[in-house]
């Protein structure tokens, strides 16, 4: 059965800390994206990792991608407010053409 | 980037009725998927709009309930069928060009539907 699962699914923490949310999924893919999703509002793009070993950071947030362990992370620095969020990661697989096939999400919320 | 536009945004729904979303994206694009997110949940895919042929629906979800065109490379509508209150969700537009540049898989704003 093809999962794709998010741990945790949900993370209280306080600010300055660091923590990583991990991206599992049980079929071959090459590519795996990172979402961001705020309340009442749609999802953002923050990552494409297309390849084994790939590492991209933007800001407070590095995603990585293991694709031989079929694991993603989401590594989160020195936690700020404005990162309280709901984050998907999601895979991309070939079938019928090719279609994205999304997490559970992980809904962070960062405390003073 | 790809530019999508999702109408209407929110909507409230008589339970029976059928309500129709539209995406229009600013630039021609390979490939237009239909999302539903239920309240609290993640996404699911509906289904693969196809440019000129029927689209191609996933598991759970059949052409009857969730008409779908496109045609063209810009413009894709979902409708939604004979609503219920189980169809409360935000259906979210979904673009991706596999010509491009990128790999980059776009969102709409989405269409958060009430029914009642």
């Known amino acids: 059965e093809l999962k794709v699962e998010q741990n945790p699914l949900f993370l209280s923490m306080q600010e300055g800390k660091n923590y990583t949310i991990y991206c599992n999924y049980s079929?071959?893919?090459?590519?795996l994206y990172w979402y961001r999703q705020d309340p009442g509002k749609s999802l953002e793009s923050l990552f494409v990792?297309?390849?084994?070993?790939a590492v991209k950071q933007e800001g407070r947030l590095m995603a990585s991608l293991d694709t031989k362990a079929r694991l993603s992370t989401l590594h989160i620095t020195a936690a700020v407010h404005d990162l309280s969020a709901t984050y998907f990661c999601?895979?991309?697989?070939?079938?019928?053409?090719?279609?994205?096939?999304f997490g559970q999400g992980t809904e962070l919320s960062v405390k003073p | 980037s790809a530019v999508i536009s999702q109408k209407p945004s929110r909507d409230i729904c008589q339970r029976g009725t059928s309500l129709t979303i539209q995406c229009q994206v600013d630039?021609?694009?390979?490939?237009m998927f239909w999302y539903r997110q239920q309240p609290g949940q993640s996404l699911t895919l509906i289904a693969t709009a196809n440019q000129g042929s029927e689209a191609t629906y996933e598991s759970g979800f059949v052409i009857d309930k969730f008409p779908i065109s496109r045609p063209n490379l810009t413009f894709s509508t979902l409708t939604v069928s004979n609503m219920s209150p189980e169809d409360s969700s935000i259906y979210l537009c979904s673009v991706h060009d596999v010509g491009g540049s990128g790999n980059t898989i776009y969102f709409g704003e989405g269409s958060w539907l009430t029914v009642v």
């Open positions: 079929t071959t893919s090459d590519r």
């Open positions: 999601a895979i991309w697989i070939y079938n019928q053409g090719g279609k994205l096939i």
């Open positions: 990792l297309l390849s084994n070993g």
């Open positions: 630039s021609q694009v390979t490939m």
